[in-house]
């Protein structure tokens, strides 16, 4: 089993800044993708960004040039740093993890609240 532990987010002003992280533990075998994800009150869960297992990161054309993703390999633990934030960006957000043990499988964290203001 894995688990995801998720730390960051809140409550922050437009144009501000909020840093997440998440740290995976467990029985891993190897990590190939983290990232992040993210859920609207109504909407679905939507992609933010990734780092695969390869050292290339993607995003959501949303969060282009405002949000980077960064993974340190050796601790299992991705991060995002979100600037110039905006009201639109509200949601909970969540890692997810890729993880090879026997086969191929998705881990999610508990999900941590960011709520930009306007």
């Known amino acids: 089993q894995v688990q995801l532990v998720e730390s960051g987010g809140g409550l922050v002003q437009a144009g501000g800044s909020l840093r997440l992280s998440c740290v995976a533990s467990g029985s891993i075998a190897r990590l190939i993708n983290m990232g992040w994800h993210r859920q609207a009150p109504g909407k679905q869960r939507e992609l933010v960004a990734v780092?695969?297992?390869?050292?290339?990161?993607n995003y959501a054309d949303s969060v282009k040039g405002r949000f980077t993703i960064s993974r340190d390999n050796a601790k299992n633990a991705v991060t995002l740093q979100m600037n110039s934030l905006k009201p639109e960006d509200t949601g909970v957000y969540y890692c997810?993890?890729?993880?090879?043990?026997?086969?191929?499988?998705?881990?999610w964290g508990q999900g941590t609240q960011v709520t930009v203001s306007s």
């Open positions: 780092s695969t297992s390869g050292g290339t990161t």
């Open positions: 997810h993890a890729l993880v090879a043990t026997i086969g191929f499988n998705n881990y």
